[in-house]
Structures are given as structure tokens and as C-alpha cells.
T-cell receptor, first 115, second 109 residues
């Protein structure tokens, strides 16, 4: 399998649940990203990992917790979320943080609904 | 602050031509990207401009004017499968990507 794969595609969770989103890339890239996409809003960068080290955390609430165990895998652990956290969560990767002339390769996203 | 503006929604007819505009105000400039995103799918790379002028790639072309902070994506011979959202993004001086909210393009027969 090639590209960036995200699981699950859809997730419904209660505000007291704990769940995790998974992202896997098979492109040999060294940088991975979590983005939040809400309707009619620009993509919001949440976290950046470069060579498995977190290099950016854009004031994201602590109820979102990323994990990057190796350069191919990225997780987003979720707990005690709020309804306003309902959105499409996109994972992306790039060769490095400068991401050349091709930008990112995105996964298809996880559609998260918090009830 | 940094800002990318693009129309929220556009409608065009199959077989026609449509131009999607993007204006930006950013801290520095290190290139502009266009992505296509079909509903429920991953955004996919369309084009990259770093110098002024027109880049043509099949039915799609992208134009950049750095002095005006302006770009457009031109889609020719529109097909129904071109119905999607088109995202404009600028890489600033810190190599951060600043995103527009996207333009939803609706193609009618």
C-alpha cells in the first residue's frame, strides 16, 4: 500500500470517551502533520513531527495528545473532547519540513463527531 | 496578520472555463500551492508557483503575481469530475503553510 492511510474513516465518540486516530505513511517521508478541517474554515495546523520529534504545537488543547513512535506512524489520542472538536482530522506527510515544490501528501482523513 | 482570500463557492458549466482567484497577505513568500479536494477525500496537489507567470499542466493552469499578492487557478474544458473544493496555500518566510478556506466548485451539465 502506498501513500498516507488514516484510520478510522469515521468516528463518533462521547465527551467522556478516549479514542485514538492512526496515520501511516509509506513514502519514506521524514515529516508528518496533524491538521483540523472545519467547514468553510482554513486548515488548522495542530502538530508537526520531524524525524519523530515534535517540532510544533500550535496552542492545541491538552485533550489532544499526539504520538509519533517512528517516522512512518503518527497517532492522535483524544480524551474528554467537546462538541466543537467535531471536524475532519487530516494527516499529512512531506519529505522534510521544507516540503519542496510538492507540498504535502494528505490522507483521506477521519471524520470525527463528538456527541 | 496573515490572510488568504478566495471565493467560497463558484458554479460553472460542463465544457466551459472557470478561473478561481486567490489573494494573499503573508509574512514573506516562498511559493504558492493549489490543492484539489473531492468531498470526503484527501486534498491532492495540483500546482506550485514561486515565480511570476503562468504554469500550464494539461487542462489546469496556475498564475502568480507576487507584486499583487495574487494567484488564480484556471480550469479549461470542465468535466463533471472537476466538482470539488480548491484550496490555495502560501508558504511564508518561516516555511509555514497559510491556507485559504477553499472554493467549492460546482459543475452543472
Amino acid at each position: 500500500e502506498t501513500g498516507v492511510t488514516q484510520t478510522p474513516r469515521h468516528l463518533v465518540m462521547g465527551m467522556t470517551n478516549k479514542k485514538s486516530l492512526k496515520c501511516e505513511q509509506h513514502l519514506g517521508h521524514n515529516a508528518m502533520y496533524w491538521y483540523k478541517q472545519s467547514a468553510k474554515k482554513p486548515l488548522e495546523l495542530m502538530f508537526v513531527y520531524s524525524l519523530e520529534e515534535r517540532v510544533e504545537n500550535n496552542s492545541v488543547p491538552s485533550r489532544f495528545s499526539p504520538e509519533c513512535p517512528n517516522s512512518s506512524h503518527l497517532f492522535l489520542h483524544l480524551h474528554t473532547l467537546q462538541p466543537e472538536d467535531s471536524a475532519l482530522y487530516l494527516c499529512a506527510s512531506s519529505q522534510d519540513r521544507l516540503f519542496g515544490t510538492y507540498g504535502y501528501t494528505f490522507g483521506s482523513g477521519t471524520r470525527l463527531t463528538v456527541v | 496578520g496573515q490572510n488568504i482570500d478566495q471565493p467560497t463557492e463558484m458554479t460553472a458549466t460542463e465544457g466551459a472555463i472557470v478561473q478561481i482567484n486567490c489573494t494573499y497577505q503573508t509574512s514573506g513568500f516562498n511559493g504558492l500551492f493549489w490543492y484539489q479536494q473531492h468531498a470526503g477525500e484527501a486534498p491532492t496537489f495540483l500546482s506550485y508557483n514561486v515565480l511570476d507567470g503562468l504554469e500550464e499542466k494539461g487542462r489546469f493552469s496556475s498564475f502568480l503575481s507576487r507584486s499583487k499578492g495574487y494567484s488564480y487557478l484556471l480550469l479549461k474544458e470542465l468535466q463533471m469530475k472537476d466538482s470539488a473544493s480548491y484550496l490555495c496555500a502560501v508558504r511564508d518566510s518561516n516555511y509555514q503553510l497559510i491556507w485559504g478556506a477553499g472554493t467549492k466548485l460546482i459543475i452543472k451539465p
